[in-house]
């Protein structure tokens, strides 16, 4: 059955994935099969193994143990080009906006009026038009996080991985990152977001993937799992008590 | 007192008729300098870069080299210089000796440690930095070295800068591959040395005055573009 699943076509899997560090476990998924239309919301408390889950999807990490695969094959340079990711701190190239999406679009081999159009497109998808030559760095935290964004949907990923992008940014600035998910969910792009927050992932999941201690307790359609938690872990956490 | 006052008089005159003598030792010291400087720039930057990015066996081992270079007593530079561009020495066929050539090449010797360690530096803090973004951008490790020099640029300038300042105060390994000879190798600060052994205060001052303003100006540039860096760095805390 595992296998039928993952050899499903846009299929993320992990299998028998550890990551460990001085002897304890950071990480160990047994199984784990994201092939749902997303967005997948990855919640848990701190130190439950999130953005090391993500790392690994996106092969930023190299597991000691297990594997990563999409569509069935193991992830490869192919794949991981066909993702993008959103770090928790944006990490804006120190250069103007526009020139942040410039250096994605120019990788991509577009000539220089294929790229000054794309990147209209991008800043006004991100609401950022007047702002093309302004520096990046002097961006506020969510027009920087919308930036990454962008430059991240530059790459026209398939998969795009966030990593709490709203964890710093106040309501209004959530709420602008938060459309933008939704669009590039609704356009095809299959998303999987770290989140500590239970009210976005009522808002955008699909479904829920709970975690704690490095562990997948839960995963399951978002309102099962918010609504009636099966684990013990995933209730505690969702009732707002204290898990460690 | 009087006797200064006058020498002073003289001085600030030949600064500002425009002698000839003086301006063509100021512009052979900037010559040399920005030479060396650019060259510096050359093997220094790639080198610091590499260093920041690539890991090997004995990068450390490198790291710790190039930084105790940067200390390295410019005579000692200037003997080694001297003695590989004599003419019994392995480029003594060039007959580079007592040329501006020669200083130039000296003074790379003790700039490009300076320009590499700091480039090393500025450019791993940068890495660490840029690192996980840019691999999820598809940028390989090599590929990273451009982007991060670009990235860089601010604080690299610095960096030249701090190498140009040590270029132009030199002495000790000039006047030894130099000779201080007159309207073909005497530069600013071997000027000072023996016109002041000469007792002639008025043109060792000028040209103090000078190197004095060379200085202020580069340590204005560096700070400002210092706190432009940290400006940066602090608007991405």
Not at chain 1, 90 to 97: A, Q
Not at chain 2, 190 to 199: D, F, R
Request: glycine share 8%; charged share 15%.
């Amino acid at each position: 059955m595992r296998d039928l699943i993952s050899e499903m076509a846009g299929c993320l899997s992990v299998d028998e994935l550890q990551i460990t560090r001085k002897g304890q476990a950071l990480l160990n998924v047994p199984h784990l099969s994201l092939d749902g239309p997303g967005p997948t919301l990855i919640l848990g408390p701190n130190g439950a193994g999130k953005s090391l889950l993500l790392r690994c999807l996106h092969g930023l990490i190299v597991p000691e143990r297990g594997q990563v695969r999409q569509d069935g094959a193991l992830l490869n340079a192919d794949h991981k080009a066909r993702q993008g990711m959103v770090f928790q701190q944006p990490v804006l190239l120190r250069r103007s906006v526009a020139a942040n999406l410039d250096f994605v679009l120019k990788r991509q081999g577009l000539t220089r009026t294929g790229r000054k159009s794309r990147i209209e497109e991008l800043l006004a998808e991100g609401g950022l038009e007047g702002k093309a030559r302004q520096s990046a760095r002097s961006l506020s935290g969510g027009e920087a996080q919308r930036l990454a964004i962008l430059r991240a949907l530059a790459l026209n990923p398939e998969t795009l991985f966030l990593d709490e992008p709203t964890s710093a940014l106040d309501p209004s600035a959530t709420q602008m990152i938060e459309r933008m998910v939704q669009r590039a969910s609704a356009r095809g792009v299959r998303i999987v977001m770290v989140t500590h927050d239970i009210g976005q992932a009522r808002r955008l999941a699909t479904d829920v993937v709970m975690m704690q201690g490095g562990h997948v307790v839960e995963h399951g359609v978002a309102q099962q799992v918010l609504d009636t938690p099966k684990s013990l872990a995933s209730r505690r956490y969702l009732a707002g008590g204290l898990v460690t | 007192m009087q006797s200064f006052a006058s020498e002073f008089n003289q001085a600030i005159t030949l600064i500002f008729l425009g002698d000839s003598e003086l301006w063509a030792i100021v512009l052979l010291s900037l010559q040399v300098s920005i030479f060396a400087v650019l060259i510096s720039a050359l093997i220094g930057m790639p080198v610091g870069a590499a260093l920041a990015v690539a890991r090997f066996p004995g990068r450390r081992v490198l790291i710790v080299l190039m930084n105790a270079l940067m200390g390295f007593p410019p005579v000692v530079v200037g003997l080694l210089v001297y003695l590989t561009l004599s003419r019994s020495g392995p480029l003594g066929v060039l007959e580079l000796l007592y040329t501006p050539t020669a200083m130039i090449i000296a003074q790379v010797v003790l700039v490009t440690p300076i320009v590499a360690a700091l480039t090393r530096q500025v450019v791993e803090m940068l890495a660490e930095e840029y690192s996980e973004q840019l691999r999820s951008l598809g940028v390989s490790r090599l590929a990273s070295v451009p982007v991060l020099l670009w990235d860089a640029r601010i604080a690299l300038v610095t960096a030249l800068l701090a190498g140009f300042g040590r270029a132009i105060a030199e002495v000790g390994a000039v006047i030894i591959v130099g000779g201080n000879i007159n309207h073909v190798t005497r530069v600013m600060t071997t000027t000072i040395a023996l016109e002041t052994s000469k007792g002639n205060l008025a043109l060792a001052l000028a040209l103090g005055a000078i190197l004095i303003g060379i200085a202020v100006a580069v340590n204005a540039m560096v700070s400002a573009l210092s706190l432009r860096a940290e400006e940066e760095g602090l608007r991405h805390a």
